[in-house]
């Protein structure tokens, strides 16, 4: 299994950006996927969530309605689409698939900041 994340940067508060995370190695269509993100000092946290084939999502509490997770399983590719960026999205973050366990990509820095 392999997991590489791509996007990252630095973004305006207000801004936007699109995070992929490219998978290999594994039946990417037959699997849920998820985002992570790990601030400096805090602890990994789910953000969003995205089933098999797409049709269920969910967020956590503090970037609902700001991001949206999406896929394409032609492409054996999830996204993050994060929008309205606030300081507090300031983090690492990682691409995961629970297969036979759970993988993580080596993550994506994204740092909002003016």
């Known amino acids: 299994v392999q997991l590489v994340e791509s996007g990252g940067g630095l973004v305006q508060p207000g801004g936007s950006l699109r995070l992929s995370c490219a998978a290999s190695?594994?039946?990417?269509?037959?699997?849920?996927m998820s985002w992570y993100r790990q601030a400096p000092g805090k602890e990994r946290e789910l953000v969003a969530a995205?089933?098999?084939?797409?049709?269920?999502?969910s967020y956590a509490d503090s970037v609902k309605g700001r991001f949206t997770i999406s896929r394409d399983n032609g492409k054996n590719t999830v996204y993050l689409q994060m929008n309205s960026a606030k300081p507090e999205d300031t983090a690492v973050y990682y691409c995961?698939?629970?297969?036979?366990?759970?993988?993580w990509g080596q993550g994506t820095r994204v740092t909002v900041s003016s």
């Open positions: 190695g594994f039946t990417f269509s037959s699997y849920d």
């Open positions: 995205i089933s098999s084939a797409g049709s269920s999502k």
């Open positions: 995961s698939a629970q297969v036979n366990r759970r993988y």
